[in-house]
């Protein structure tokens, strides 16, 4: 079983930055692919970035320039550098990976942390 926890969620002004972290624990033997999504009021749950094993990135189209997603396997620990925020970006933000404890690859997902963009 691998637990993903997210933090750094919170109220920024619009123009401002934030950095979502989401550490994963248990038993890990590989880690695949990661991603961050995101879920508004009202809206379907929308990838916003991903990293695939390798290193590979993916964005949506509206965070590229503005969001960078990052991984430590060491720490086994995964990064969302939010900057340049605006309040459409107001979401709870899901952290999701596929991870092995020996067996075939199984997807797992964080509770989710609130990120909420206002003056």
């Known amino acids: 079983q691998v637990q993903l926890v997210e933090s750094g969620g919170g109220l920024v002004q619009p123009g401002g930055s934030l950095r979502l972290s989401c550490a994963a624990s248990?038993?890990?033997?590989?880690?695949?692919?990661m991603g961050w999504y995101r879920q508004a009021p009202g809206k379907q749950r929308e990838l916003v970035a991903g990293?695939?094993?390798?290193?590979?990135?993916t964005y949506a189209d509206s965070v590229k320039g503005r969001f960078t997603i990052s991984r430590d396997n060491v720490k086994r620990t995964m990064y969302l550098q939010m900057n340049s925020l605006v309040p459409e970006d107001t979401a709870v933000y899901y952290c999701?990976?596929?991870?092995?404890?020996?067996?075939?690859?199984?997807?797992?997902w964080g509770q989710g942390t609130q990120v909420t963009v206002s003056s």
């Open positions: 990293m695939s094993r390798g290193g590979g990135t």
């Open positions: 999701n990976g596929d991870f092995s404890s020996g067996g075939r690859p199984t997807t797992y």
């Open positions: 248990g038993v890990i033997l590989t880690i695949y692919d």
